[in-house]
C-alpha cells in the first residue's frame, strides 16, 4: 500500500473514466522486464522502428531528443528518464537536455534539431491535426525517407509512452551523485 499522497499529487484517469477517479497509487502494474517477456514481439517491433530510423540516416542524438520531448509531453516519467540516460550517455549535450522542455526560446538547438522537435509535437498532440506549413517546414530540412522514418520513430515513443504510462513502469535512476550548486 503507498503513502497518501496530497490530491494535488494524483493524477486523474482520463475523462472516459467513471468520475475521472484520481490515480493515487505510483506502484507498478507490471515491470518492464514482465511486459517485454509478456510482449516479446511487440517491443522487438518497436526496437526495429528505431533501428531502422538510424540506418536511414537519422542522428542517434537527434533521436534521443525526439524520444526524450514525447515523453515529456506525454508525462512518461520512466520514459524520460530513460531516454535522459541514454543521451547521457551518448554525450548529449547538457544544456540541450536541461532546456529541452523551452527549446523554442534557446538557440543551442541546430536548425534539423528545431526541425525534429517541431515534427516531434506536431504528431505527438496529432488530435488537433498536422497542418500543411508543418509539413513543409519539416520537408525542408527532411529528405522524404528521412521524414517517414522520423515519424514512425516519434509514433513509436508515442507506443512506448502509453505502455509505460498504463502499466506504470518505475524510472529506473542513475546512481546517487552530489548535486551541484549554483
Given at each position: ?22 490515480v ?72 540541450k537536455?536541461?532546456?529541452l522542455?523551452?527549446?523554442?526560446e534557446v ?16 504528431l505527438t ?24 522514418h522520423?515519424?514512425a ?30
Amino acid at each position: 500500500m503507498g503513502t497518501t499522497r496530497p490530491a494535488t499529487w494524483s493524477r486523474t484517469t482520463s475523462s472516459s473514466s467513471a468520475g475521472g477517479t484520481p490515480v493515487s497509487e505510483f506502484t507498478p502494474r507490471i515491470d518492464r522486464r514482465s511486459f517485454r517477456r509478456l510482449a516479446a514481439p511487440v517491443a522487438d517491433a518497436l526496437a526495429a522502428i528505431d533501428s531502422a530510423a538510424v540506418a536511414a540516416g537519422l542522428e542517434a542524438d537527434l533521436l534521443e531528443l525526439v524520444k526524450l520531448r514525447a515523453s515529456q509531453m506525454n508525462g512518461c516519467a520512466f520514459c524520460v528518464q530513460y531516454h535522459l540516460n541514454v543521451a547521457r550517455a551518448q554525450q548529449v549535450a547538457r544544456e540541450k537536455l536541461d532546456l529541452l522542455v523551452a527549446w523554442r526560446e534557446v538557440d543551442v538547438y541546430t536548425d534539423r534539431e528545431r526541425a525534429a522537435l517541431a515534427w516531434t509535437e506536431v504528431l505527438t498532440e496529432v488530435e488537433l491535426g498536422v497542418a500543411d506549413d508543418d509539413f513543409d517546414e519539416a520537408r525542408e530540412v527532411f529528405s522524404e525517407n528521412e521524414l517517414a522514418h522520423l515519424s514512425a520513430a516519434i509514433g513509436a515513443i508515442n507506443a512506448w509512452n502509453r505502455i509505460s504510462v498504463g502499466f506504470r513502469f518505475a524510472p529506473e535512476l542513475p546512481g546517487p551523485r552530489k548535486l551541484e550548486t549554483v
